[in-house]
């Protein structure tokens, strides 16, 4: 790496706080985000060492040892150090990131063991603090490391150039050559210990943290920022939006990130949009389901050098973010290998969307987000055969006719219900003619994505055959998807 002369004077600094005080490291949970230690207050030198011993001592316990194997922690369960500093000793800040990363560390007895880093909720992690943040390192079962490191939406990380500290009215020759070497000293080491492979503090980010003046910080504000540089915002929902929206956000945060790995750049979210066509299919048990976006995905603005991004949505009958599936996008490399990424919740929210904003934002969690996959499912079936059309409410519907079976489907729904996602050959009723009665289940479709609810109906047919009427009790659905109560509705079909 090179940087020119202006980094290296924006740079000069003293990476030591003037504090008596070492860093609070103490040994508790947060469940949250999977914390088991903690460090608090401004670091110094001698707090990497006594993290160390804390480590060590959390790994012997009986409870850890139970899941702690050759490779990483099993069954999902990881080792994280949660941060609440303003900052310190960045040399010092530099040696915490080299214990996260595993590095040095056989004495602890458990090998060459790597530990995640966290932000928990309302604390601060800046300067020498974000230095040791971004070591934050998981080993998956192949033996390739990548960074964990998780930032609550409520926490704070941010990043300056450091400024050079003297004494007060002391500015000897000594003193000043001392603090500037020191400060050339840190800068040093945090480029060695990226050379050496294991420190993933991509060199956007380090050219946008030096060019940063020691008297400001740059702060970690948006998703694409978190996204480019490795950053995962901590979210147990998914962002609540069409399929379409979703998948694109997905593949969005996929490509941003291979900008960061393999051309080193700040751009980032390089979405070309050449085909917008998108494929879904699913099985039949619901619990996975595939979206392909043809094209559009890469570095270049000529249609032959840009890739599909591939979306493996695999369900676990749970709701948290480890469970919802893989996205696959070609890497940006001469020999164009594909690469697979974990589908982390926050993944499906706009890249613009502001990290304080998370909480507040409309969200529903991966069964629901499942559902839309089976209403769009069977809207890509084809269009029915219909025996006659009738109106209702102003949609256009055609009846399907199998002996006692009865199915009405949307042939032209009304614009209003298209905006919910309706679209031609949508099903809105199925059940049987009994008599001169209609009975069984209708649906109703909710704003997206909550998709479609139903519900049973029932009602008589006109003596002329030419309308049904059918009564029942519909859901009122909220922005979360949850059924609050429900009303009387009546559903009437007229004969063109």
């Known amino acids: ?61 009986p409870d850890m040892r139970s899941f702690w194997g050759n490779t990483g922690v099993e069954h999902g369960q990881r080792l994280r150090v949660c941060f609440n500093s303003p900052g310190g000793s960045f040399l010092e800040g530099i040696e915490l990131a080299r214990i996260l990363m595993g590095e040095n560390d056989s004495d602890l007895g458990f090998g060459d063991q790597v530990i995640g880093a966290a932000v928990p909720s309302n604390a601060v992690c800046k300067s020498a603090c974000a230095v040791a943040f971004m070591g934050g390192t998981e080993t998956f079962e192949t033996g390739d490391l990548a960074p964990d490191r998780i930032l609550h939406p409520s926490a704070t990380l941010g990043f300056h150039a450091p400024e050079l500290i003297v004494p007060d009215d002391n500015y000897q020759r000594e003193q000043v050559e001392q603090a500037y070497g020191l400060a050339l000293a840190s800068i040093a080491r945090i480029v060695k210990t990226r050379n050496e492979g294991r420190y993933d503090f991509p060199e956007s980010l380090l050219e946008r943290m030096l060019e940063t003046s020691p008297r400001d910080m740059f702060y970690i504000e948006t998703l694409a920022q978190a996204e480019l540089w490795g950053i995962n915002v901590h979210s147990r929902g998914i962002y609540a939006s069409s399929i379409d929206e979703i998948s694109r956000n997905i593949c969005e945060a996929a490509d941003s990130r291979l900008h960061a790995i393999y051309l080193g750049t700040n751009r980032g979210y390089s979405l070309q949009a050449w085909d917008s066509s998108i494929a879904i299919s699913q099985d039949s048990e619901g619990s996975r389901a595939e979206v392909v976006i043809a094209s559009g995905f890469g570095p270049s603005p000529d249609p032959g050098r840009t890739f599909p991004c591939t979306l493996d949505f695999r369900l676990v009958g749970s709701s948290s973010e480890t469970n919802l599936g893989a996205v696959v996008i070609r ?68 009846l399907v006719a199998d002996g006692s079976r009865r199915l009405f489907y949307y042939a032209e729904p009304r614009a209003v219900l298209v905006e919910r996602g309706v679209q031609r050959g949508t099903l809105l009723f199925e059940g049987e003619r009994r008599g001169n009665r209609y009975v069984g289940e209708a649906r109703i479709f909710a704003r997206l994505p909550c998709g479609e609810f139903t519900y049973p109906v029932e009602g008589p047919v006109a003596g002329d055959q030419r309308s049904v009427t059918m009564f029942g009790q519909a859901p009122r659905v909220n922005e979360r998807c949850q059924v609050t109560s429900y009303r009387d509705d009546t559903l009437v079909f007229t004969l063109e």
């Open 1 to 61: 790496m090179k940087f020119s002369v202006f980094y290296i004077i924006v740079a000069l600094a003293s990476f030591l706080a003037n504090s008596l005080f070492a860093a609070t490291i103490s040994i508790r949970e947060d469940q949250e985000l999977g914390c088991k230690i903690f460090l608090e207050g401004e670091i110094l030198s001698g707090d990497a060492e006594r993290l160390r011993q804390v480590v060590r001592q959390v790994l012997q316990k």
């Open 331 to 398: 890497d940006l490399t001469p020999n164009e290998y594909l690469n697979l990424y974990k589908i982390r919740n926050v993944m499906t929210f706009p890249s613009e969307t502001k990290i304080a904003q998370i909480p507040y934002t409309s969200q529903i969690t991966a069964t629901q987000f499942m559902n839309l996959f089976t209403s769009q499912s069977s809207r890509q079936q084809g269009t029915p055969t219909y025996n006659s059309f009738w109106d209702h409410n102003g949609s256009r519907m055609g």
